[in-house]
């Protein structure tokens, strides 16, 4: 049986040292606070080799410098979404936001896939491309703030995107994300510009991400925040 927060089947229910609940539309989990070493393996049924350049290992996540750190996930088709609803999800704490920092990215920044992304004014936003042309979904001015954990997430259902902070819709502008979205010929990065240029570079923490193949709702943003808060308190 399906409810709004999750498959409820015993095969995903909660387990010793799981704090949420898993299903099986969770196609990227990567609880950076316990996976140490260069690389590892994502811990959700795929099982992607994720390899690390820089981002330290910390007890609390992984450490992010800012200059030359980010994690490859490879190029898993499980995470193109060219015309499925995803979700993306992420604990951050931001030393700094100069960079324009990228959480998350599947693709090219110029013509294809879709990026999850901070602003140094503190807003941020989701782009997906079709064809070549950006469709844009914006969080406020101020929003994000460095030296505190925060839970991100955007949820696309459509051509609709929400974006969430600790739980709470904070979307200024939801956009219009045409379907076919431009599948991604490029790798899954996180805390670096799409294209592994040297720019837009995460600086500080991250402590977990999580990505599904479907628009989490809003009870479901909010359970999955309030259920791993605990951890960055």
Not at 30 to 44: I, R
């Amino acid at each position: 049986m399906k409810t709004g927060i999750y498959w409820q089947n015993p095969k995903y229910a909660l387990r010793p040292g799981r704090d949420f609940i898993f299903d099986p539309s969770l196609v990227l989990y990567l609880p950076l606070h316990h996976l140490d070493g260069a690389s590892f393996m994502s811990k959700e049924a795929y099982g992607h080799l994720a390899t690390v350049t820089g981002a330290l290992w910390t007890p609390r996540g992984r450490d992010f410098d800012g200059v030359d750190d980010y994690i490859n996930c490879g190029h898993p088709l499980s995470l193109n979404f060219t015309s499925e609803d995803f979700s993306i999800e992420a604990w951050i704490k931001p030393d700094s936001l100069t960079s324009n920092p990228n959480i998350f990215a599947k693709g090219s920044a110029v013509t294809e896939g879709y990026f999850f992304r901070l602003l140094s004014d503190g807003s941020g936003y989701l782009c997906t491309n079709q064809s070549g042309a950006w469709q844009l979904s914006y969080f406020p001015f101020g929003c994000i703030t460095t030296g505190v954990w925060q839970y991100v997430a955007c949820s696309r259902s459509g051509a609709v995107v929400k974006i969430y902070k600790d739980g709470i819709d904070v979307t200024t502008n939801p956009g219009t994300h045409l379907d076919p979205v431009s599948a991604p010929t490029r790798d899954a990065v996180i805390g670096i510009h799409p294209d592994k240029v040297q720019t837009e570079l995460f600086d500080g923490l991250i402590g977990e991400v999580r990505i599904y193949n479907r628009a989490l709702t809003p009870l479901g943003i909010q359970h999955n925040y309030l259920a791993t808060k605990w951890r960055y308190q």
